[in-house]
């Protein structure tokens, strides 16, 4: 056999899944091997596990280019799905909203444009009128050019 110290049955249970799964190290599957050859309870757990193993069925590949076709059809169609839920599309109630704000603003500042203009006429007139006035009034200016400034002070419109 050889000079190596043997397995205790603790080692043997806790590499007994390694053993069936063959991925234990030669040396390591040696000393297993002499352990379970001395000791029929650790020999007994290894069949028992062994009688329990599931074998994992066979895959066999698609080879069909068909259905590779239709996987990518498939994964397209979630692509492009989720792209579209990743974008916010702007709905119509939301452009007819923007559309109404921007059509207010601008029938608002029209309107105070009129406004101005409006009371722009009217100083004028105010300003024609009062040097009317001033002639009337004063009747030495009448043969002379001379004309009354007004200056209207600033207001807020």
Request: hydrophobic content about 40%; some cysteine; glycine content about 2%.
């Given at each position: 056999?050889g000079?190596?110290?043997?397995?205790?049955?603790?080692?043997v249970?806790?590499c007994?899944?390694?053993l069936l799964?063959e991925?234990?190290s030669?040396?390591?599957e040696?000393?297993v091997?002499?352990?379970?050859?001395r000791?029929?309870?650790?020999?007994?757990l290894i069949d028992a596990m062994?009688?329990q193993?599931?074998?994992?069925?066979r895959?066999?590949?698609i080879?069909?280019?068909?259905?590779?076709?239709?996987m990518?059809?498939v994964?397209?169609?979630?692509?492009?799905r989720?792209?579209?839920n990743?974008?916010?599309?702007?709905?119509?109630q939301m452009i007819?909203?923007y559309?109404?704000?921007?059509?207010?603003?601008?029938?608002?500042?029209?309107h105070?444009?009129?406004?101005a203009?409006?009371l722009?006429?009217?100083?004028?007139?105010?300003?024609q009128?009062?040097?009317q006035l001033?002639r009337?009034s004063?009747?030495?200016?009448?043969?002379?050019?001379?004309?009354?400034?007004?200056h209207?002070?600033?207001?807020?419109?």
């Amino acid at each position: 056999m050889g000079t190596h110290l043997p397995f205790t049955c603790r080692e043997v249970e806790a590499c007994a899944a390694a053993l069936l799964d063959e991925q234990l190290s030669p040396a390591e599957e040696e000393m297993v091997e002499e352990h379970l050859e001395r000791c029929d309870t650790c020999a007994d757990l290894i069949d028992a596990m062994d009688a329990q193993r599931i074998k994992p069925p066979r895959i066999q590949l698609i080879q069909q280019n068909d259905y590779w076709e239709d996987m990518d059809a498939v994964l397209q169609s979630e692509l492009d799905r989720a792209d579209a839920n990743s974008q916010s599309p702007v709905s119509k109630q939301m452009i007819l909203f923007y559309a109404a704000v921007l059509l207010l603003t601008i029938m608002w500042g029209w309107h105070h444009k009129q406004r101005a203009n409006h009371l722009e006429r009217i100083v004028y007139t105010q300003q024609q009128t009062l040097e009317q006035l001033e002639r009337v009034s004063n009747p030495s200016l009448t043969g002379q050019n001379a004309k009354v400034s007004y200056h209207p002070t600033k207001m807020e419109l």
